[in-house]
């Protein structure tokens, strides 16, 4: 087999990444459409084993014998192999692929509106700031503290406008920079992410690792990019001090009547799962309720009936985005193009230890802008690849992309939580990705070479 099909996926790749950098195309439909013209052109050069009314030779290899020759049907019986590698594998299986995933972020995500609705995040904000005073960087600290937590249990860019618009009011009215403010709240995002058990599940549900390890590298690399945070914060927070940075009239503290023993509501599905071994969904069941029969036990199924529904529509775009992974997942690794990229990704990824930690290293920032290392963006068509091809042990794979995702989930311009804090400081997300990255790209550094030289990931 000639070069030709793994250069013109190579160039499928780089059409549907310029598509989406240039946000002509979003990756809910740049997915699913790379998925199927890559599973066209594997298909149709891999020379399918011979079976029932089946030659042995390749799609296109016939075309122009079958094309005003045999009819139709004749083609479609011919290619049949073909045809349900396209229907079957990649329309049918893909979409479903991470079910089990997508429910992990449903439940999540009811538990997120749960959280919002109840006014635990708000509770949680008011006594925070409340310690604080008017001690300002004190003030940032323990924001940033409370963001990350709230952030292991609530998702996406509606719980991101409602904490945001209570903490950077207060963190703008105490004197801070909106810059600094905004960055931090990137950081606490990308934090509590690390955490969130919907995100933990779905790297389990979708390479495949033990569920041991990934807690495991939950902890290590949530605990790595603390210190970045740590870091960014001890080096700009010096600066703050010393400037009277624009303020606004903080918005009033949001006073409720929440119960102090219900703020541990976004930790208990972490806890569970962490310390007792729950399952991922039956620990965010138990946080549900939880959290519901501490903050208004009357109420109860309405407020979980309400949170269900909110839930459901606030998932919505992930699902959808699930979808697509799937289906890039089922056509990269798929035989037809694991038999035709195998050669070249052979050539180019890493096999030792200190070319894992170099390769990933130098070509972290390829997670920005929906690139070949973000899972959620072209990533994911490149780990089937790499996991079809079974050129890297799953771990290692996880170890990477888990790693060069943090990248994507604080820097990227293209994030909408990234362009609604820019919007609300009056900011710029090309400035936030020039404060942050320094930090998050040494992040990167140092959670590779644990993965590689401690835990030694390309040898499992």
């Known amino acids: 087999m000639s070069y030709l099909p793994g250069l013109l996926i190579i160039l499928t790749f780089g059409v549907f990444a310029a598509l989406m950098m240039s946000r002509k195309m979003p990756a809910l439909l740049a997915l699913p459409c790379m998925a199927v013209i890559i599973a066209v052109i594997s298909g149709g050069f891999y020379e399918w084993p011979a079976g029932e009314a089946v030659e042995s030779t390749s799609l296109f290899g016939k075309a122009l014998s079958v094309m005003g020759v045999d009819g139709w049907n004749a083609f479609l019986t011919r290619n049949k192999p073909f045809i349900d590698f396209l229907s079957q594998t990649v329309l049918t299986k ?42 300002k960087l004190l003030l940032a600290g323990l924001l940033t503290v409370v963001v990350a937590v709230c952030f292991t249990t609530v998702t996406g860019l509606g719980a991101v406008i409602m904490l945001g618009s209570l903490v950077l009011p207060i963190l703008l009215g105490a004197g801070l920079s909106a810059e600094f403010s905004a960055c931090l709240m990137l950081f606490a995002i990308a934090i509590g992410g690390v955490l969130n058990p919907a995100i933990l599940g779905f790297y389990v549900d979708t390479i495949g690792i033990p569920m041991e390890v990934a807690k495991k590298y939950v902890v290590v690399y949530g605990s790595l990019l603390s210190l970045a945070a740590l870091a ?227 040898s499992k």
């Not at 079910?99 to 008011?126: D, E, K, P």
């Not at 001090?241 to 119960?259: F, G, I, L, N």
């Open 232 to 458: 960014f914060f001890a080096v700009n927070g010096r600066r703050e001090a010393s400037t009277h940075a624009w303020s606004v009239a903080a918005s009033p503290v949001v006073s409720t009547t929440v119960p102090l023993v219900s703020l541990l509501t976004p930790i208990v599905p972490i806890f569970l799962i962490m310390v007792f071994n729950w399952p991922i969904i039956p620990a965010f069941v138990a946080g549900i309720v939880y959290g519901a029969l501490t903050t208004d036990p009357k109420r109860a199924i309405q407020n979980v009936t309400a949170a269900t529904l909110e839930g459901l529509k606030d998932i919505a775009p992930v699902i959808g985005l699930f979808i697509g992974i799937g289906m890039a997942l089922e056509a990269m690794m798929a035989e037809p193009t694991k038999k035709i990229m195998e050669p070249l990704l052979s050539a180019i990824l890493p096999t030792s230890p200190m070319g894992f930690l170099v390769f990933f290293s130098v070509l972290a920032p390829l997670a920005l802008y929906r690139g070949p290392l973000n899972f959620y963006g072209l990533g994911a068509g490149v780990a089937g690849l790499i996991m079809g091809a079974q050129l890297m042990p799953a771990v290692a794979l996880m170890a990477a992309f888990f790693a060069v995702g943090q990248i994507q989930g604080v820097c990227d311009p293209t994030n909408t939580h990234n362009v609604w804090l820019a919007t609300f400081t009056k900011g710029s997300t090309e400035k936030f990705l020039k404060r942050t990255i320094p930090y998050v790209w040494g992040f990167v550094v140092a959670a590779l070479a644990y993965a590689a030289l401690v835990d030694g990931v390309m």
């Open 94 to 135: 893909g979409p479903a692929k991470l079910a089990t995933a997508a429910m992990y972020a449903i439940f999540g995500a009811i538990l997120s509106q749960l959280v919002m609705r109840a006014g635990i995040a708000q509770r949680i904000v008011s006594v925070a700031a409340e310690y604080a005073g008017d001690r």
